[in-house]
């Protein structure tokens, strides 16, 4: 019993007005012959595949070419799609009397519990869950507080999973059940580059109403992490924002019970940098060809540096997609300084104003400026 999960693909996903599309693209044909070599029979995509409810084009076309590829994967048996919370329920559903005929088994709204068990014989049942908005488990009544509501819900949540597992159990008692969602879960670790999802008013869902399933694969928290011992996020299969670069990316192996990380290949590099003008060409000399970088420059004045910056990335093939800018402290802060009365009348302006930028690094550049300006003023 051989299953890959995945999750939070965000295909159509921009970082900065800048496409994602190159990496999506390569990492679905990573993802192809993974099922191949693998040897996959079952493949699991666990909601957020596109990034907003009306995806481009490129990002259709993407979907419904891999979806087409996978049909050459002599060991594959099916494909399992679940709607999350940045899917478009009639997008997703539309074609979906199509894609059975390859196999591809799509749900997206969760208003029909038969529409969500999946039997394959002689192989496992799947409880194929996608992102249960509030409506389908619980009609709310004027006057209810959100206490009340926040237990109606989680009621609703339980006892749709405990419903699914009891219909799965009826078609076969020793078949393993395999779940999906699309939810946080109280244990689950919150990223940067994903929100909360509140059904009703819950923060999170308690692990333990998947307790009678053999495994559940889980989606919506970018991070890959292990809720329990057979609960698991994947993941996204690349970094949606500059701090999710942090972490390394992977897809879910299920081996008959044995679960391991297979890490995704970075397709892009995505780094932050922080460094001062004079050293910003070394810093992106480092880098590799075609990455995305965001750059806090760490100077005074920095903000006017941007045509600077401009003119030393043109040397380099990169993509710089947003600039900050931190001033450098002046002064050392473990040194008191004296407060001392200066007598304007008897003062040099020059001296005033190498005292402003005395710890400047770009002091003997500034102060050639400043006698061309009282150069002129002079004359």
């Known amino acids: 019993m051989k299953i890959i999960h995945t999750s ?41 595949i596109f990034d907003t409810v009306t995806p481009p084009n490129s990002a259709l076309t993407l979907y419904y070419d891999f979806l087409s590829e996978t049909k050459k994967i002599e060991s594959l048996k099916k494909v399992v799609v679940v709607a999350g919370n940045h899917d478009s329920i009639y997008n997703l559903s539309a074609p979906k009397q199509l894609l059975e005929n390859l196999n591809i088994k799509v749900v997206a709204s969760g208003e029909n519990l038969d529409d969500e068990i999946l039997h394959i014989p002689d192989f496992g049942i799947v409880c194929a869950v996608p992102y249960l908005r509030d409506g389908v488990l619980k009609k709310f009544k004027s006057g209810e507080t959100s206490s009340e509501r926040s237990t109606q819900i989680q009621n609703g949540l339980q006892k749709h999973y405990e419903e ?38 819950l923060d999170g869902v308690p692990s333990e109403i998947f307790k009678d399933f053999d495994y559940v694969a889980l989606g919506h928290l970018h991070k890959c992490q292990k809720v329990s011992e057979k609960i698991y996020y994947s993941g996204s299969p690349i970094p949606l924002t500059f701090k999710e670069a942090k972490n390394k ?24 940098i922080s460094t001062n003008l004079q050293n910003l060409d070394a810093e992106l000399s480092k880098l590799e060809p075609e990455s995305f970088v965001e750059v806090f420059i760490l100077d005074e004045f920095g903000e006017y540096a941007r045509n600077q910056i401009s003119d030393i990335s043109k040397n380099h093939d990169l993509h710089i997609l947003s600039e900050r800018f931190d001033y450098k402290k002046v002064e050392d802060e473990n040194v008191e300084k004296e407060e001392k009365i200066v007598n304007l009348n008897t003062v040099k302006h020059e001296d005033i104003f190498l005292e402003l930028f005395e710890k400047s690094e770009r002091k003997d550049s500034l102060l050639q400026k400043y006698r061309e300006i009282v150069e002129e003023i002079e004359i």
């Open 8 to 48: 939070d693909w965000h295909l159509g996903q921009n970082l900065i007005r800048h496409s994602r599309e190159k990496e999506h693209k390569e990492f679905l044909s990573w993802l192809l012959k993974t099922l191949q070599e693998k040897e996959i029979e079952l493949l699991l995509i666990s909601g957020d």
């Open 249 to 272: 990316q992977f897809v879910m192996f299920y081996n008959s019970g044995e679960i391991e990380k297979i890490e995704v290949p970075r397709f892009r590099e995505i780094v932050s």
């Open 164 to 201: 699914l597992y009891k219909k799965a159990r009826e078609i076969s008692e020793d078949l393993p059940v395999i779940a999906t969602g699309h939810l946080t879960t109280l244990r689950g670790e919150i990223g940067d580059g994903e929100r909360n999802i509140y059904i009703g008013n």
